[in-house]
């Protein structure tokens, strides 16, 4: 069983970054696999970032390429999302998953935080 909580979000100008944070609870957090979906308003829950449980792979989804990166520390059982040049289509709710085997699908993931609120002014 793994517990996740979610932390970082806010308000920010388009331009800006953020981090976000995901703590997970557990000692086999290092053998998940974790990723990172939101959820704009009207919209259904997209795939993000993933990385695998040695973090040595990481995917995106073309549009944060380049501007998000995911990394995780096992020692601190945090996995984290950097936000660089945000634009007002990233607002959303952004939801930290995790899984023993990972990927871009939300159905591969058993294991979900409570969100974080993501807003992005133009």
């Known amino acids: 069983q793994v517990q996740l909580v979610e932390s970082g979000g806010g308000l920010v100008q388009a331009g800006g970054s953020l981090r976000l944070s995901c703590a997970a609870s557990?000692?086999?957090?290092?053998?998940?696999?974790m990723a990172w979906f939101r959820q704009a308003p009207g919209k259904e829950r997209e795939f993000v970032a993933a990385?695998?449980?040695?973090?040595?792979?990481?995917y995106y989804a073309d549009s944060v390429k380049g501007r998000f990166t995911i990394s995780r520390d096992n020692a601190k059982n945090t996995v984290y999302l950097q936000m660089n040049s945000l634009k007002p289509e990233d607002t959303a709710v952004y939801y930290c998953?995790?899984?023993?085997?990972?990927?871009?699908?939300?159905?591969?993931?058993?294991?979900w935080g409570q969100g974080t609120q993501v807003t992005v002014s133009s």
């Open positions: 998953a995790a899984d023993r085997l990972g990927g871009s699908s939300q159905r591969l993931y058993n294991y």
């Open positions: 990385i695998t449980f040695s973090g040595i792979s990481t």
């Open positions: 557990g000692r086999t957090f290092s053998s998940y696999a």
